[in-house]
C-alpha cells in the first residue's frame, strides 16, 4: 500500500536533482501527487556504448522529462561552479521560496584502482584518473555542498521554521570497490547531510541520506536481476516523499536504509 504523505495546509517547493528519469523522475511524481511544486534539474547526455546495459539505459538519459503537472523542469550541467545559485534563482523566479531539497543527481563513473576492465556484470570500468575524480566530485560532492549552502543561507535569511534535506546514497564510507570515487563522492554527500542536520536542527530543518536497494532505474542487466531484488524507481520515490512530509518531522542525520 502506498504511503501517504501529510504536508501542512502552506504549499511546499522542493528542488529535485536529475529528476528526468529513474528516482529523480519518481520523486517529482511522488511529491507532486502531494501538492508539492516541483522544481526538477535534469541534464541530457549520451553514455558511451556498453553492451552489458539495456537499451534503456541511453535512451532515458539522452532524453528530456516528460511534463508533469506542477513540475518546472530546468536543464543544467550541475558540475558548474555557478550551477547551484542558478538553480535556487530559477526555482525561486518559478515558484518563491524552496524549503525541500533533494539531492538525487549523479554523475556516476565507473572506475577502478586496477586496470581497466568489466566488472563482475560485465560493465566497462576504467581506471582512476583526474578526469573520472573530476566528473564524480563536481556533482556528488560539490554540488550538493554548494546545494545545501544555498538552501541553508535562503532559508536562514527569510526566516524559514520548516525544511527537508534528502540526499540518496549507495554507500560509501566503507569503501565501493570497482566504483571507487562513486563511494568516496557519495561518503562526502553522506558528512555534507548529516552535518546539515545538525547546523540547521534549529531552524526547522531535516536532514536525512537514503541508500536504496538495487533499483531499476534503466542499467539493470539480466545478471544484476538474477542477483538481486530489484526495486522500482516508484518505492523509492514514496520513500522518499515521506521523509519529506511532516509525518517525518522527528528523523533527521539518519542513514535510511530501504531492503
Keep these: 500500500m502506498p504511503m ?3 504536508y501542512r495546509r502552506m504549499i511546499h517547493t522542493a528542488i529535485v536533482t536529475g529528476a528526468n528519469q529513474g528516482i529523480g523522475l519518481a520523486v517529482a511524481k511522488a511529491l507532486s501527487a502531494q501538492g508539492v511544486q516541483v522544481f526538477g534539474t535534469y541534464l541530457r547526455y549520451q553514455p558511451p556504448p556498453d553492451p552489458s546495459l539495456p537499451d534503456a539505459y541511453f535512451t532515458d538519459r539522452a532524453s528530456a522529462p516528460p511534463p508533469l503537472d506542477g513540475v518546472h523542469w530546468f536543464e543544467i550541467d550541475l ?4 550551477a547551484p545559485k542558478i538553480v535556487f534563482d530559477s526555482a525561486e523566479e518559478a515558484f518563491g521560496a524552496v524549503d525541500i531539497l533533494v539531492n538525487n543527481a549523479s554523475s556516476w563513473v565507473q572506475d577502478t584502482f586496477l586496470p581497466a576492465q568489466p566488472d563482475k556484470f560485465g560493465r566497462s570500468m576504467a581506471q582512476i584518473s583526474p578526469e573520472t575524480f573530476e566528473k564524480q566530485f563536481g556533482v556528488d560532492a560539490r554540488a550538493t555542498a554548494l546545494l545545501i549552502g544555498e538552501f541553508a543561507r ?3 535569511e527569510r526566516g524559514g521554521t520548516w525544511g527537508r534535506i534528502v540526499s540518496l546514497t549507495s554507500g560509501g564510507p566503507e569503501g565501493f570497490p570497482s566504483e571507487v570515487s ?3 563522492a557519495k561518503s562526502a554527500l553522506q558528512s555534507y547531510t548529516f552535518a546539515a542536520g545538525h547546523e540547521l536542527a534549529p531552524y526547522g530543518v531535516t536532514a536525512n541520506v537514503l541508500y536504496p536497494p538495487v533499483t531499476d532505474t534503466g542499467w539493470v542487466n539480466d545478471e544484476v536481476r ?3 531484488d530489484v526495486a522500482s524507481a516508484d518505492e523509492v520515490g514514496e520513500v522518499i516523499a515521506y521523509l519529506c512530509s511532516d509525518a ?3 528523523i533527521s ?3 535510511v536504509h530501504m531492503r
Design 4 to 6: 501517504t504523505c501529510k
Design 79 to 82: 558540475s558548474l561552479v555557478d
Design 154 to 156: 535562503r532559508h536562514i
Design 182 to 184: 562513486y563511494g568516496a
Design 253 to 255: 542525520r539518519n542513514l
Design 248 to 250: 517525518a518531522r522527528r
Design 226 to 228: 538474477a542477483k538481486f
